[in-house]
């Protein structure tokens, strides 16, 4: 593999569609899954395939990404709209439930597929805004001067090219109450030749505040792609924070969350939240209880300084902020 030679384009092109591919670059038996996947494709970069063990099904970064049978079973508690964003979203790329706080669904798409994901049940994987909603999120963000911070979420909006997505920004930049503008994104931990000297030359060149909120939940998915990823991103000025899903199996323990959270700073990352996990359809089989969860970052507050412990949130619909639990 010529990872370098590769656009990131093309290094997202090939990454893996198909399990018995997947199965068979990890040297493990084949596995039938094909029902969970027809459901929710499978979408794994070969940079992070890379990171996982060799014959181990229990790979805590292969769990992330291999649909199981599970996945189909109809579990009480469990629907396809947990945090009641969908309706709202669909018709407008605008959420806006929080004060000073507007987030975008920039496009629908992602660089990996996480079984766990609340988006798996999105009605409109490849949404992207056409032209009236982009002016439409312009003029709703123009004409309300209490919006300070502006969230690019999705999917993933790192997969915008450099052009769209800085057109964004800069039109965003523009306005003048505008302070922060947030990146969501998977993409530095997943597909870190995303991050581009170009890309991030641009970034440097913006007046507001930059933050990027990454999304690691393992410390094995943290390599030196994605070390170089952040420290370009530092150094144009974006400040780095992570938040991550508390995964059933991958790291619901402290020990795991300690190394974590220590890796994340050594690469100038501040852990920012640990989210309990919305409960989509297909996920249930992820869930770490509200109590053990409590147990788990009680232990973590006894093994770190206070400021790599990340907040225990959890989503409610209809609440004015997240939920700090601990
Ligand atoms: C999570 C979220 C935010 C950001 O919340 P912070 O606590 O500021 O990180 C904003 N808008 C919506 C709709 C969200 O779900
Ligand atoms: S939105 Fe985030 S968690 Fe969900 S599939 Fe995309 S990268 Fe994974």
Redesign the pocket.
Known sequence: MHQTSQSWQQQLAAGFSQIDELCEFLSLPQLNMECASNHFAV?VPIEFAQRMEKGNPNDPLLK?VLPLQQELLDVPGFNHDPVGDIPASKQTGIIHKYHGRVLLITTG????????????NFPYPDFQLNRSQYQHVLDYIQSRADISEVIL????PLLLHDDKLMQLIIQLDEIQHIQRIRI????PV?LPSRISEQLCSQFSSIKAKLIMVV?CNHSQELNQPVYMACQQLKKAGVSLLNQS?LLKDINDNAQQLTQLSEKLFSFDVLPYYLHLLDKASGTAHFEVDEETAIVIINEVKQLLPGYLVPKLVKEQAGKQSKTVIC
């Open positions: 979408k992330q798409g992602c660089a990996i597929n996480c079984r766990y994901c609340f988006r798996r979420s999705g999917g993933d969501h994104s998977r993409i997943v999304h899903v």
